[in-house]
């Protein structure tokens, strides 16, 4: 299946992703990690849950910790334009018979829940409380110093299909993986802001989290933190890299928390914003796609992922494989 | 007069800078300097002018330079999201009695030629010829590794009336600068992209151009442009920096050619896509608002500018000064 | 006056330059300067003394901070191969009529006290307590990232001079600045570690201690540096840089603590091993001597400096000026 | 056995390793490689050999390719401290049974070759032609921007042999991996001139080349190779890394050439120059000793290496295995 023509008019206006809800069976450890590790800063915080965000950011939070028996997703968390964006998000949700719902959010004003097709949690919202800069107060800056939340990567059981239905939305294609074989799309890469993604699907049992990125200022950062986890007993956390993807040419690295939930750090792609963007189209098994540099990804990186609240998982029945590290 | 609020709902759609076209004395010499030394790639060139894009871009040209007998500025360049848009841009021009337009441009499609009220010659297009990727031929990476064109900075002899201006055009102000005594805004940095700027206006004898900035990957770049340019006979074309501002946050370097055209090299700024993303106000007196560092600028970054072709300039009525380096 | 030969055979070895004794009249402002901004790390502290060392030493200190009335130096300490080069050191200086004492020091064996012809206050050592190694704790980098001492730098009221006695304890001329007018030596770099320096001389009121110097590991620490500095309080104790040198390649930043002492930030010079490794000669008037951009140093650099305990000072009767910023 | 005390009063001075011949099968290619990809600079070149320096070398080489028929290493050099170490050198190499021979080479003085033990070509000389400084050449600098020859290391048939007898000639130990259960050595890292080691010793069938390492300003400069290689043709030249290691703390890449020949790109160890510095053990079971960050290396890192030109090789004895990449 090719890829679809970007829709330049959307249904309604995404801007941008913008948090997630992770939940994690051991809250002090995730502090650790997610705060003292990774230099996120808590904007709120009580025995349950923990709510931060990056330097750069001035929404109040990117990333919810949630204490839970279980350590899964919650949801995926987008900004649009306007109220009148989410009315509209409402109507074009309800036609498609997927479930909706106005819920309460501490910190944001209305915030509309809905899921994907494959059940995929999702909620758009136009305001969430807007805090004090904290770009410039550099004492507070830590650990890979993450400036902000850069986008999420689901294992989808039919990439072709999250591509058409994300699409509608106004997601727009700017790389893509093609299985040669079936012509099926294996990957996608697709955005909102203007860089490589907000949102990118790959192929597999899902619906799941691969992960959620944070942008970085440069690749020495991410060796800092390499450095960092090292040394404080977080070496086992880190699964792939550092790295270049030939896809994104974004520098990597890529770590997993006691829950298994994965995060990537990540810099250094380039800007799509132009409506006339042409997609990239790679090969699976272009050796090079995964690691410009010619390393392939441990197995874990294609099978393991975190499930969502609420949504089960099927197998993909595209059975092509990647290049995976012996 | 205070900043007006975001115009969410603009005229026509700007999606962002593009190019602009200097005009060069000696095209030879300019060759040597924006292509060997800064690393712009070539796209065309004869005699008479050369046309240049940066590593991650893929419309034709971001840099147009045109042999010419005085050292001015040719054109400001914006690209428009669609066709609908340049029509809707006519009319919205045409209403002011500002001059349109629809002229020939090699590798481009309809451009509207027209002026803001102050004379700066502008063009919009929608379609510019797009060109292979070259962001990951590492060999072609050369001096400071431009990776695209980020911002235009004017003189203006009035920022307040600039600032309505671009702003009913749907620019965004992220930061500005006021002149205490007075309550006018002795400078203001506007955005379309979602980074700090695709403008900026600077309180002065204008319409000039203070400057054209590109992107570059991290600080060791202009780190490696300054001994480069350093021990190939540039040294004297380095005005000042390098620094980080306060205003933007940026990396900065500041540089001028021998028609005195000033390029800023610059990293580092913020993502300000959200519509509520609120300006941050700047004190002139401020001594860290120009250097977060506390240097100074040095007398000629205040009063040093290249005109416009058919431009005449006025001196600003607001005489308050910045800090100046003695 | 010609540089003289490199004396391969001195009269005792001399290992490095070791640590200083810096006195300071606000012990609680000092430690939050060295250790909560800089990042060294403290070996000892009571209510008179801070010891500190960087990350990778194992000697127990490389900067002594006492509080004392008045901000002076009380030492510069040098670490020599053997017990056996300490009574060599001895008979050295004694048979030139220099003052030579045996004293206790904390952490340290046998400390050969003693004074050069201009009375700065020298020891000498063979054994200081070894630490564990901290270079992996990665956990403890902090401020700056300060890798090593590297360096001391002095104001001599005749360079001629400093050059033939450290020359005659086996210093070695790596680079030099003459006066083209006078034939005479404005400033030299002389070093026994292999690097460009241990010991720089620089034409002025002396003697006095013109700064101390860290080594760090990249650029990008020393821009760190000075964005923390400029959200912390510190932005006025910024003096001059960040830039390269012409003499010594390396890239710098100078700070001066709340009792004028000034420290350079350091990193990227070159080996300089080989005993027949050639002296570089400067002009003092090439604009790139001082730094490789072209910028200026400023009058403070060139005048201010921390006396030294017990050892007046005379001015120089070599008056060429250098470079000075307007 | 443990490590012996380091001889602090060798037979000769040794000052540094110097440089090293390696023979190449196709003269074009290892130009194309080790001139046009990792910018090391020609200063001597004809149909059957090139000669090479890095940037801040004064020496006029580091290395030779000579064209053969057999992808070998000819010699490993050494630079001494005088005329007179030269002499003592041939003494002490007669005196142990070993070959001895005043040979001609181009662009040195007296040349005096030798074997060790195991039969590795040496050759000891204390002057080489010196060349003009480039290392303020910035145009120049190209590809991993190279500084200097950092260290050689090879596979040694029996490690504690190689420490004893590389001990007496004064190189002293820095750090190296015990195997736990036999208390042998199974590698180490020995140095002369102040940082990690001149010459290091991983047990295997030997004596061979492991790798010859030149050290780089940054690991960005490590990262700008990775993406050059990746996309001109030598992707598949890279092995390991990159990465920081464990012993040495040093960031690390290993690439092989052609004919097999590994070169590492190193930065950042650290410090060795006090003579009472302390070796650092480490157990050849812990998987941060190759890598701080956990990766394991692959099977051909322990395995692959360059012989010696007329140095048969023998299997090592000690058959404990350290951690290899699955």
């Known amino acids: 299946m090719p890829i679809p023509e970007h829709n330049l008019n959307p249904p309604f206006n995404i801007v941008r992703l913008s948090h997630t809800e992770l939940r994690v069976t051991d809250l002090a450890w995730s502090r650790g990690y997610y705060v003292d590790t990774l230099g996120l800063q808590v904007t709120y915080e ?9 330097m750069e950011e001035r929404g109040h939070h990117c990333l919810i910790l949630r204490h839970a028996p279980v350590g899964e997703v919650g949801v995926l968390g987008f900004k649009v334009w306007s109220e009148e964006d989410l009315d509209k998000a409402e109507h074009w949700f309800k036609a498609r018979d997927l479930p909706t719902e106005w819920v309460e959010r501490p910190y944001m004003g209305r915030v509309l829940k809905t899921r994907d097709p494959w059940g995929v949690p999702l909620e758009f919202y136009a305001k969430m409380d807007r805090l004090e800069p904290i770009h410039q107060k550099y004492k507070l800056y830590n650990g890979v110093k993450p400036l902000r939340i850069d986008h999420f990567n689901l294992f989808s059981p039919n990439v072709d299909n999250s591509i058409k239905f994300y699409g509608e939305l106004g997601f ?13 799309a294996w990957a996608a890469w697709m955005h909102r802001k203007g860089g490589v993604h907000d949102m990118a699907f790959t192929n597999g049992t899902g619906p799941r989290l691969h992960h959620v990125a944070f942008w970085v200022p440069t690749p020495l950062n991410i060796i800092d933190l390499l450095d960092l986890m090292s040394t404080t007993g977080y070496v086992d956390n880190i699964e792939r890299g550092p790295g270049r993807h030939g896809i994104s040419n974004a520098f990597f690295l890529y770590i997993r928390d006691k829950d298994g939930h994965r995060t990537e750090i990540y810099c250094s792609d380039y800007q799509t914003i132009d409506p006339d963007h042409e997609a990239i189209k790679w090969d699976l098994k272009d050796p090079q796609r995964q690691t410009l540099w010619g390393a392939a990804a441990p197995r874990s990186w294609f099978e393991l992922g975190s499930t969502f609240e609420g949504a089960p998982v099927t197998e993909s029945d595209l059975k092509s494989q990647p290049i995976i590290a012996p």
Chains 1, 2, 3, 4 share one sequence.
Do not use: C, M, N, S
């Open 172 to 184: 727009r294609v700017t790389e893509y993986t093609e299985d040669a074989e079936t012509g099926r």
């Open 46 to 54: 009580d025995k349950e849950v923990i709510y931060l965000r990056a």
